[in-house]
């Protein structure tokens, strides 16, 4: 099945004892899976990236008189979610580790080290520019291609998978997945089925290269994340990224992630907006993703640091009925539900773009995008491959879906998107 994922951000929900209430929602909106950001212990940035301890519970998310690790806390949250019918997800962070890690003392053979012997903060090259390079100072680079000690270092991220799968996590999204070797993510993938065979390895890859995501084949990892939220339908990457990566793995979309601006944020609150961007990620991949607020039109950006759940905003939006309409249509018509083909039938310069999505057992739709935030546009159909039969179908904004007979011309408002299946 198409994982519909919904991106519990810890640092919003609060304690532990609280995120029950969120994961309810999820599954309310028709989400079948609940993903976690990192809630183990942080270094001192208090990054949730950073991880300083492995197997306790960052405190912040605590409620009183809890265990002292807190995972007994995790276990019996689990327990809830699987009880909800969701499947549970957690980051899994092993290319590097809080500067202050207690490894970095006890294995200092685990890490990169510099000519002077110090310890080498990870980077990353912004690929539309080269000349721009992050290095996160708060983060120790582990060395897991060419340790010393690698049977040592493999060893212990074998055994952290297996705790975590025992523990009642049955998905990982593998953070820079890219940096990596492909080996040690086939060891985990099948350490990790050892133990629940139906894990599901989600590969966080966007901002590297071709020949770094190539480098992950054979790697078991069942799904990558795609860039098409950066796509304002105005030039073929997008497609032929989609065509390339394809070939290696199905992909994810989301119309915004923690590591990206509130969507509501760029277009000022335009529900259209927010409606056309969840909708085309639902119908651009096989898999789906949206991050805890999207739903309420959350503007404030997610901060790995600094969020807090008193950063719970009220907006006066709610899109909850039409997403949960667009995950019943994810499900409803197979084409969705796989990652398929993309083309597209009229030039990129026009206001309105028609893409074409083939798939398996030769099915066919067409996508009709109104590229237009604010305007209603027209769009003709006369010309366009319609087979004999279709049906042209439209979300309101309540997600009630409504189709009717495909007629030569067709008039889409501000930001709509429309299907002839």
């Keep these: 099945m198409a994982p519909i994922i919904y991106n519990l951000f810890p640092r919003l929900a609060g304690t532990i004892d609280k995120w029950l209430d969120h994961a309810r929602r999820a599954r309310d909106l028709g989400f079948d899976w609940l993903y976690l950001n990192p809630f183990t212990q ?4 208090g990054s949730l990236y950073a991880v300083q301890e492995h197997r306790k519970v960052c405190a912040d998310f605590l409620p009183r008189r809890s265990s002292k690790d807190g995972i007994a806390e995790i276990r019996r949250f689990l327990e809830g979610v ?19 890690c207690p490894l970095v003392e006890a294995h200092p053979d685990w890490f990169v080290r510099d000519e002077q012997g110090g310890i080498v903060h990870p980077s990353a090259i912004d690929p539309a520019d080269a000349r721009k390079v992050t290095v996160w100072g708060d ?6 291609a060419h340790s010393p000690d690698i049977d040592g270092l493999w060893d212990f991220w074998r055994e952290l998978v297996h705790f975590w799968v025992d523990l009642g996590f049955c998905g990982f999204r593998c953070d820079a997945a890219y940096k990596v070797p492909a080996l ?3 060891m985990l993938v099948d350490e990790a089925r050892e133990v629940e065979p139906e894990s599901v390895f989600f590969a966080e890859t966007l901002g590297c290269r071709i020949e770094e995501v190539r480098a992950l084949q054979g790697a078991g990892l069942d799904y990558l994340f795609n ?26 979309s989301f119309p915004e992630s923690h590591d990206t601006p509130r969507l509501a944020a760029e277009c000022n609150g335009n529900e259209a907006v927010l409606r056309q961007r969840y909708l085309f990620a ?7 993703l949206m991050p ?12 790995v640091v600094k969020t807090r759940p008193e950063d719970w905003e009220k907006t006066g939006i709610d899109l ?32 309105t773009i028609v893409l074409e999505k083939t798939g398996e057992q030769r099915l066919r739709l067409l996508v009709l995008v109104n590229k237009d935030w604010n305007a209603s546009q027209s769009i003709e159909l006369v010309g366009l491959p319609v087979q004999p039969g279709s049906r042209l179908g439209r979300l309101d904004g309540q997600g009630r879906f409504r189709d009717q007979a495909v007629s030569s011309r067709l008039d889409l408002g501000p930001a709509e998107i429309a299907l002839v299946y």
């Design 282 to 288: 639902a119908l651009f991949s096989e898999g789906l």
């Design 139 to 144: 983060l120790a680079e582990v060395d897991n």
């Design 292 to 303: 805890i607020g999207y739903e309420f039109g959350f503007r404030n950006r997610l901060d």
């Design 227 to 252: 860039s098409s939220k950066y796509w304002m339908f105005d030039a073929p990457w997008a497609i032929e990224q989609h065509e390339l990566f394809g070939a290696l793995a199905p992909s994810i």
């Design 82 to 100: 699987r009880k909800l019918g969701l499947r549970p997800a957690m980051d899994l962070v092993i290319n590097h580790t809080a500067f202050d």
């Design 42 to 45: 942080p270094g001192f940035s």
């Design 184 to 186: 040690l993510w086939r």
């Design 320 to 351: 909850s009925e039409f997403i949960r309409g667009v995950n019943d249509l994810k499900r409803r018509l197979p084409l969705l539900s796989q990652e398929g083909h993309w083309k597209a039938l009229t030039p990129f310069n026009r206001p």
